[in-house]
């Protein structure tokens, strides 16, 4: 029995051992300077196909392309959004709206950005907002009154965008939209 437990005891010495030879050899070369290698390019910089749908634009100061909505027409049902290289245009049935910065994809094609959102009741503003020296009448400008911040979400999936618009002064969604790349938006403007 003593050699049983001699042995159980030299094996656990020998590993103790072991593992601390380890230890202090791993921490003595993270104490040498050497030059970090190059980093690998990640999936997102190199040049891969990009769906219909995305365009693609280099981060300033870097070779990483980000996807970005296809700029130009899309079209649905009660909405229409006009897509720029800096952000957007919205018109819906009875309202109107902007986003306020360029529309990035993620990997999945999902984007999350900021904007406006202004409901339009039709005709011309019957109130008189203002008399200038001359006389002339100035319509109530109901714009900057009507003005919420907005936030639009959706997804790109080839030449289709679903899209939500949630108003964020108060939380509560909009609607729910989907688009086609290029077609027609199918419109019912508000009748004052």
């Known amino acids: 029995m003593l050699f049983i437990f001699s042995f159980k005891t030299t094996t656990a010495t020998l590993c103790f051992s072991f593992a601390l030879a380890l230890g202090l050899q791993g921490d003595s070369c993270r104490r040498q300077s050497s030059p970090a290698p190059e980093a690998s390019p990640s999936p997102q910089a190199k040049s ?41 245009t919205v018109e819906y049935d009875c309202g109107n709206g902007t986003i306020d ?12 950005v900021r904007g406006t959102h202004e409901d339009e009741n039709g005709g011309s503003p019957s109130e008189i907002s203002a008399t200038d020296d001359e006389g002339k009448v100035s319509p109530a400008d109901t714009s900057a ?26 939380g509560s969604t909009f609607g729910k939209f989907v688009l086609t790349k290029g077609a027609s938006a199918r419109l019912n403007k508000c009748r004052g």
Request: proline share 3%; hydrophobic share 30%; charged share 35%.
């Open 48 to 88: 891969t196909p990009r769906a219909k749908g995305e365009e693609g634009a280099k981060a300033k100061g870097s070779d990483v392309v980000v996807k970005t909505i296809e700029t130009g027409e899309w079209g649905g049902a009660r909405i229409s959004l006009t897509v720029t290289k800096e952000g957007a």
């Open 101 to 112: 910065q360029r529309v990035e994809l993620d990997i999945d094609g999902r984007f999350d």
């Open 145 to 170: 009154k009507n003005r919420r911040p907005a936030r639009y979400t959706g997804r790109v999936d080839g030449r289709t965008l679903s899209l939500t618009v949630t108003l964020t002064d108060d």
